[in-house]
């Protein structure tokens, strides 16, 4: 399998909906000009989602730090664990996926509701927060039978969210 490693900028510029093509009247031949310097490399418009093939959370669990961690997981409900499982594997895999993100909280539900359907969840309008910054997010998580721990994640990270939105998509301002 082939990721493709994008920094913001080049996220940024890969979901930028081409620009239209502008029509000009015909121009009697110019002589020739040198031939233009390569442009930097395109992107697709739509970057397909990350697909890692190791999964994150169970070892950031393990971790003796995580010790509180874990007892409160074993309070939660169990779609609400494996809402947290999944948010905990989100935060994993973006930290792994581009050093320049240091996610501290995610919200499946910030643009749109989570939907689980049995041990997978589907969070297409989801947000994280990184360095003081949300970010868009999107991802899917498929959780083991019993639903303690995660099996198969994708994800893709979107645009910075617009700081007149965080109120209103719940979204504070300090972790």
Known sequence: MSVAILTP???EVSTRPPAPPIEEAPRAPMPEAPA?????????ATPAMIRPTRMLSAKTLADPRSKQARADLR???S???MVQLCNLEAMDQIRQWHADFQPE???PYATAEEKITGTTIAANGAAFRSRKNWYSLKFKCQLAKDGESVIGFEFLVGDPVARDKWDELGLPAVH
Do not use: K
């Open 36 to 44: 233009p310097a390569p442009s930097a490399p395109r992107f697709p």
């Open 105 to 107: 909280r995610v919200v």
């Open 9 to 11: 900028q080049q996220f």
């Open 79 to 81: 779609d609400e664990r």
């Open 75 to 77: 309070t939660f409900a």
